[in-house]
């Protein structure tokens, strides 16, 4: 199968197309969206280890994850988080595309939920003392926060979670069954040694960069 020409018939190109083909939005749909972190929210953010932060700069779109122990993010109030940048690639997409574009979209995942908190809203990086101290991990404090702006908060229904069954243990896939993740990156690039004993050298380097360089 091939993509499509742009001159299929069936592409959709405007949202009353769109709309028509779906029953319309149920009215609680609607006003679950609220514009500020209520106690449900804050108890969210309190569990979760992970994020995926949605930012458009002048390359385009981009999603990238974030994590650390549970509650990593701080609720600074009602309207503002904190979320600390940790060292990583050095490519910056996320806090490059911030400074060209502060609109974001965060999505908050638990372990074992299959429900998920959504947030949309404007971002601003931060080097202040005062508040990059709280946000230190084994003594090391970032050199970078993440502060947003809450505009929307809303709770995501769990049918996207049911559906792949991520959670599911029997659904766990064996990493083996792929190549590592430096000769894929290799492969795509440079090019990966042939012989076996130096990428498994290569592999040994990455985990232990991971065990030194996570914060």
């Given at each position: 199968?091939?993509?499509?020409?742009?001159?299929?018939?069936?592409?959709?190109?405007?949202?009353?197309?769109?709309?028509?083909?779906?029953?319309?939005?149920?009215?609680?749909?609607?006003?679950?969206?609220?514009?500020?972190?209520?106690?449900?929210?804050?108890?969210?953010?309190?569990?979760?280890?992970?994020?995926?932060?949605?930012?458009?700069?002048?390359?385009?779109?981009?999603?990238?994850?974030?994590?650390?122990?549970?509650?990593?993010?701080?609720?600074?109030?009602?309207?503002?988080?904190?979320?600390?940048?940790?060292?990583?690639?050095?490519?910056?997409?996320?806090?490059?595309?911030?400074?060209?574009?502060?609109?974001?979209?965060?999505?908050?995942?638990?372990?074992?939920?299959?429900?998920?908190?959504?947030?949309?809203?404007?971002?601003?990086?931060?080097?202040?003392?005062?508040?990059?101290?709280?946000?230190?991990?084994?003594?090391?404090?970032?050199?970078?926060?993440?502060?947003?702006?809450?505009?929307?908060?809303?709770?995501?229904?769990?049918?996207?979670?049911?559906?792949?069954?991520?959670?599911?243990?029997?659904?766990?896939?064996?990493?083996?069954?792929?190549?590592?993740?430096v000769k894929m990156i290799?492969?795509?690039?440079?090019?990966?040694?042939?012989?076996?004993?130096?990428?498994?050298q290569l592999d040994d380097?990455?985990?232990?960069?991971?065990?030194?360089?996570m914060y």
């Amino acid at each position: 199968m091939s993509a499509p020409s742009d001159d299929n018939p069936y592409w959709i190109t405007d949202v009353a197309a769109l709309r028509a083909m779906f029953p319309a939005t149920h009215e609680l749909a609607l006003k679950k969206s609220l514009d500020h972190l209520d106690s449900h929210a804050r108890a969210f953010i309190a569990r979760a280890p992970f994020l995926c932060i949605g930012t458009q700069g002048p390359q385009g779109a981009d999603v990238s994850p974030r994590g650390d122990p549970r509650g990593f993010v701080t609720v600074l109030d009602e309207r503002t988080l904190l979320i600390p940048d940790r060292p990583g690639n050095n490519r910056l997409d996320t806090l490059t595309n911030i400074l060209a574009n502060p609109t974001v979209g965060l999505l908050f995942l638990v372990p074992g939920f299959d429900d998920t908190l959504r947030i949309n809203g404007t971002a601003r990086l931060t080097r202040d003392p005062a508040l990059l101290g709280g946000l230190a991990v084994h003594d090391r404090v970032p050199s970078v926060a993440i502060m947003v702006a809450v505009q929307e908060v809303f709770l995501h229904c769990a049918k996207a979670f049911r559906r792949s069954g991520l959670w599911d243990p029997n659904q766990r896939q064996d990493r083996r069954e792929m190549p590592s993740l430096v000769k894929m990156i290799l492969d795509q690039t440079t090019g990966a040694p042939t012989d076996p004993s130096d990428q498994q050298q290569l592999d040994d380097q990455l985990e232990q960069d991971y065990r030194t360089s996570m914060y």
